[in-house]
């Protein structure tokens, strides 16, 4: 185990440059020299070849020939639209990358230090920058692939559901996917007024733009929290999960995909911690949460794709 190799910050540093620069773009019709790749990039030719060169020695882009430069599959990744928003510097990867030098703080005092670079904790600077905010919707967004609409444990109870309410459900791909797959369901999706802005269309589906941590649509079968917990430390993961309990009583249950495991130990979740002081939790801590939020765990399961599923009821 070479540590020097382990803290070398050359290479992810390098991996960001190339993003913003928009270096595999230029090189889709093929491998260009470098004084012409770093003119089509707004670059100084010989700090571009330099870059590169320290992604080639990773196996990131090619040189077939000497100051030429060309893509592999490897760099092909960074013309994912994704990827590009998680690491372009000028952009919302600016944010990332610049949260981690907080992160001997976050150790220090178990809160985020977000603020501390940027001037206002991670969601107060989302609000306060829409495109930044629109950024991180996209890239927390549904992911490649449809979304898997089996969030019950057993798709028997389904025939007991009339509406799921998606609580911080984004722009409502998963829950199109549920009311696609299930006609005599209907759902509320619940986000903030900017995101739900952008809501997809699908029949039977209202929106509600408004906190998750205000008062939620009560009376729903089934309130879902996915990929929302882990953004959350304990104190407000509580408040969300009360929100949901009071909503759903008497007999509605919460569901939650994401940001627990049924495994001993959780994800470490250190860019959620760096930003938001979020972290997963093993199915243990989760239910100490529950608890609190007057929830009991009910049942555990996955769906067809895998995904550990927890279910629980007032």
């Not at 005092?109 to 904790?121: D, E, H, I, L, N």
């Not at 979304?147 to 007991?160: F, G």
Request: glycine fraction near 10%; aromatic fraction near 6%; charge should be negative.
């Amino acid at each position: 185990m070479d540590l020097w190799e382990l803290s070398d910050l050359a290479t992810p540093w390098s991996v960001h440059v190339a993003a913003t620069l928009r270096v595999a773009d230029h090189l889709t019709s093929g491998p260009l020299p470098i004084a012409s790749l770093a003119g089509a990039c707004g670059a100084d030719a010989g700090a571009l070849a330099r870059v590169l060169r320290q992604l080639v020695a990773k196996g990131v882009f090619d040189e077939p020939s000497p100051d030429t430069f060309a893509l592999n599959d490897a760099a092909r990744g960074l013309l994912d639209d994704g990827m590009r928003t998680g690491l372009d510097l000028d952009v919302l990867g600016g944010r990332m990358a610049g949260a981690w030098p907080t992160l001997l703080t976050a150790v220090r005092t178990g809160r985020p230090a977000y603020q501390q670079v940027f001037g206002r904790p991670f969601w107060e600077d989302l609000e306060a920058h829409p495109k930044l905010a629109a950024e991180f919707d996209r890239l927390m967004g549904p992911g490649h692939g449809t979304p898997d609409p089996e969030v019950l444990v057993d798709a028997a109870d389904w025939s007991d559901v009339r509406t799921v309410v998606d609580v911080g459900g984004g722009t409502g791909a998963l829950l199109a996917e549920i009311l696609r797959a299930r006609p005599n369901v209907r759902g509320v999706l619940v986000d903030l007024p900017r995101t739900v802005a952008r809501a997809v269309e699908a029949p039977r589906m209202t929106v509600v733009g408004q906190s998750f941590f205000d008062p939620l649509p009560a009376g729903g079968d089934v309130y879902l929290l996915k990929n929302l917990l882990a953004d959350w430390p304990d104190a407000e993961a509580v408040a969300l999960l009360k929100r949901c309990a009071e909503a759903a009583r008497p007999n509605g249950r919460v569901v939650v995909l994401g940001g627990v495991t049924p495994e001993p130990t959780a994800s470490p979740e250190l860019l959620m911690l760096v930003l938001v002081g979020g972290r997963g939790r093993t199915l243990a801590e989760f239910g100490e949460l529950a608890r609190e939020a007057g929830l009991r765990v009910s049942a555990t399961g996955r769906q067809p794709s895998g995904r550990f599923i927890v279910e629980c009821r007032p």
